[in-house]
């Protein structure tokens, strides 16, 4: 089965650090583009990060830009996302997401939500002030 399974997230306080996981099942991770999505309560989902086979140039939404690191390990078919310095309108649930078949994040917008095709499940991260 096709497949992207998130994990790490929970309770943190202002200033701290999470790093959640994206694992990936059924397909191969030799060409993948991988996003980071987050959804706080009643706002939009927005981009967070992408990372891609081809280029392994990382994007960041602006509001995390400094704070956040995203990386991959293709042995452990994983990407990671690196929180720091959390804020807590970084609350939010946590999604990673891939373009299948693809080795590139999406061009010109990386974190055009359409473009992604396959989700995980989401991980809630709660930042307390």
Do not use: H
Not at 16 to 44: H, M, N, V
Not at 46 to 59: A, H, L, N, Q, T
Not at 67 to 96: G, H, W
């Amino acid at each position: 089965e096709v497949q992207l399974v998130e994990s790490g997230g929970g309770l943190v306080q202002a200033g701290g650090s999470l790093r959640l996981s994206c694992r990936a099942s059924g397909f191969t991770f030799d060409d993948y583009a991988i996003g980071w999505f987050r959804q706080a309560p009643g706002k939009e989902r927005e981009g967070v990060s992408c990372i891609s086979s081809s280029d392994r140039r990382p994007y960041y939404g602006d509001s995390v830009k400094g704070r956040f690191t995203i990386s991959s390990d293709n042995a452990k078919n994983t990407v990671y996302l690196q929180m720091s310095s959390l804020k807590p309108e970084d609350t939010a649930v946590y999604y990673c997401a891939s373009v299948v078949a693809v080795s590139a994040c999406p061009t010109p917008a990386w974190a055009y939500i359409p473009a992604y095709d396959l989700w995980g499940q989401g991980t809630l991260v709660t930042v307390s002030s």
